[in-house]
């Protein structure tokens, strides 16, 4: 089992920044992917960007250039520096990881951390 712990959330004002945490504890090996996904109210859940253990990280297009994912191994820790924050970005955000278990994946799913952009 992987337990995921999100915080780092709040209220912030358009054009400010935001970092997101996420502390994984438990059965950490062979984690070799982990995201962040958001859920605004009404809309279904989106990957907002990913991230592998070979540090390849991919992001939607809608938080290029605005969002940083990373990965602290020894700190057992994900982060989402979020930049230039937009009303839009306004959302529950979930941390996720796929362990691999040798036969099979199983995916996890943090509590979620809300984020406001408003003024």
């Known amino acids: 089992q992987v337990q995921l712990v999100e915080s780092g959330g709040g209220l912030v004002q358009p054009g400010g920044s935001l970092r997101l945490s996420c502390a994984y504890s438990?059965?950490?090996?062979?984690?070799?992917?982990m995201a962040w996904y958001r859920q605004a109210p009404g809309k279904e859940r989106e990957l907002v960007a990913s991230?592998?253990?070979?540090?390849?990280?991919d992001y939607a297009d809608s938080v290029k250039g605005r969002f940083t994912i990373s990965r602290n191994n020894a700190a057992n820790t994900l982060y989402l520096q979020m930049n230039s924050l937009k009303p839009e970005d306004t959302a529950i955000y979930y941390c996720h990881a796929k362990k691999y278990s040798g036969t099979r994946y199983s995916t996890y799913w943090g509590q979620g951390t809300q984020v406001t952009v408003s003024l």
């Open positions: 991230t592998t253990n070979n540090k390849i990280a």
């Open positions: 438990g059965s950490i090996f062979n984690i070799p992917y």
